[in-house]
């Protein structure tokens, strides 16, 4: 599905070269959740943002679903990026938007058919259990919520790939795993490949099959994991004394 091969990414610092991503070679197949992970600073987003062309590499190809993203005009390439979702630390809303609008918008970005615009909105805001919130505001919401609007907000013109850029840096432990459930729902019933880039080791084991690990713009290794699991969310106090009293509390 993904074939990054010897790519480059060089930026220009304090008047010298400098290689963010230093020949890099990849291929991620269909069906995939696919890690990076490494110190910060090696490369990471910088390579993730390479697959839907937000940065443009220096040297080599990006070729997704057998075609190279790097010789497209203009108008193929937002075409080819249609069927690529993205979310970020962030989750990027649009703030003066409602839920519901933010992934209106996806949707008539897209070209998605005007009739079925409202219905699929719909349809993705109860796939990531946020129907009861379509009319707030991002403000409204927690962190983990926001990430869900991003989420739905990807996935609402039926990509094939979703990229993700640290989806639950921001998060806490357990919103974190309801991201990964999330995540994992998509890969395994809407058939979504997954990259996701992530400094968290936890995140990567608990849900990839196979993982880059990046140093200085580089593979430093790529290997298939079989992924542990994500755990159970518990918001309870009683879960959080428990952890506190394991983790050597006095009392
Ligand atoms: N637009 C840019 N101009 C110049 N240098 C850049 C630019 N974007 C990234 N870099 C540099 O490229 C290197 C790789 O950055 P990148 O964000 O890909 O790393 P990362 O592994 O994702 O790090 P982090 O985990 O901290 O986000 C860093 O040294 C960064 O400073």
């Known amino acids: 599905m993904i074939e990054l091969t010897n790519v480059t990414k060089t930026y220009i610092q304090h008047k010298t070269k400098f290689h963010a991503v230093d020949n890099v070679t990849i291929s991620v197949k269909n069906g995939d959740i696919y890690g990076v992970i ?22 080599g190809s990006v070729v997704v679903d057998g075609q190279d993203l790097t010789q497209l005009t203009g108008k193929q390439l937002r075409l080819a990026r249609q069927s690529i979702g993205m979310i970020f630390q962030h989750f990027n ?19 998605y058919p005007k009739k079925e615009r409202m219905e699929r909105a719909l349809e993705v805001l109860r796939f990531v259990g946020l129907e009861d919130h379509a009319a707030k505001y991002p403000s409204q919401l927690s962190g983990g919520q926001k990430q869900r609007v991003a989420i739905a907000r990807a996935i609402a013109n039926k990509p094939k790939l979703l990229l993700c850029d640290e989806p639950t840096s921001s998060l806490d432990p357990n919103t974190t795993r309801e991201i990964l459930s999330v995540l994992r729902k998509i890969n395994q019933e809407l058939g979504v490949t997954i990259v996701i880039v992530s400094h968290e080791m936890d995140v990567i084991k608990s849900i990839c099959n196979l993982v880059t690990i990046m140093d200085n713009g580089k593979v430093y290794e790529t290997i298939g994991l079989k992924p542990e699991g994500i755990g159970d969310s518990d918001h309870t106090p009683e879960w959080f004394l428990k952890q506190l009293r394991e983790d050597g509390s006095r009392a």
Not at 41 to 56: D, F, Y
Not at 95 to 104: A, E, F, H, R, W
């Open 38 to 59: 490494g110190r910060s600073g090696a490369g990471k987003s910088t390579l993730l943002r390479m697959i839907n062309l937000l940065e443009i590499p220096t040297k």
């Open 93 to 111: 809303l649009v703030s003066n938007k409602t839920i519901l609008d933010n992934v209106l918008v996806a949707l008539e970005l897209a070209n």
